[in-house]
C-alpha cells in the first residue's frame, strides 16, 4: 500500500490540474466514447479516460506545463495553487488549449449532474492495486 504522503501529493497534483484543465478547482467527467452511455460508469471512464490521454499528450508537448503541474504535486496546496496560476496566468494560450481538451468533462457534469475530478479517479484506481 503507498503512504498516505504520496496518496496526499497525487491529490493534490490531481486537483491543481483539475483546477487548470477545467478553470476550477475541480473538473468533472463528460462526453463519452459513442460506444457507452454517457451518465453510466463506463461513459464516466471512458470519457475520464480519453481527456486525461489528450491532457498527457498535450502536456508531453509542452514541458514548461507539465513541470509546473509536475512540481505541484510536491508543494504545499496555496504554494501550488499559486505556482500553478502564476504559471498559466502568464501562458494563456495553453490554458485555453487544457480548458478545451477538459471540455468533455464539463460537457458531461451538465448533462449527468455528476463529477468525478482526477483525484477521485486516481484513487479509485490506486483502491485496486
Known amino acids: 500500500m503507498k503512504s498516505s504522503g504520496s496518496v496526499t ?3 493534490v497534483l490531481g486537483t491543481v490540474i483539475a ?3 477545467g ?13 457507452a452511455a454517457p451518465c453510466t460508469a463506463s ?15 498535450y502536456l ?5 506545463a507539465d513541470d509546473v ?17 502564476s504559471y498559466f496566468m502568464a501562458h494563456p ?9 477538459a471540455q468533455p468533462l464539463t460537457d458531461l457534469r451538465n448533462q449527468c ?11 479509485l484506481v490506486e483502491s485496486f492495486q
Open 9 to 11: 501529493r497525487r491529490g
Open 19 to 21: 483546477f487548470v484543465i
Open 23 to 35: 478553470g476550477v478547482s475541480a473538473a468533472t467527467i463528460a462526453l463519452p466514447t459513442a460506444s
Open 43 to 57: 461513459g464516466l471512464a471512458s470519457t475520464g479516460s480519453g481527456v486525461m490521454a489528450d491532457a498527457g499528450a
Open 60 to 64: 508531453a508537448a509542452h514541458p514548461g
Open 69 to 85: 503541474l509536475t512540481k505541484a504535486g510536491s508543494q504545499p496546496t496555496d504554494e501550488a495553487k499559486a505556482s500553478v496560476q
Open 93 to 101: 494560450g495553453e490554458f485555453l488549449d487544457l480548458k478545451r481538451i
Open 113 to 123: 449532474g455528476m463529477g468525478v475530478s482526477p483525484g477521485q479517479l486516481a484513487a
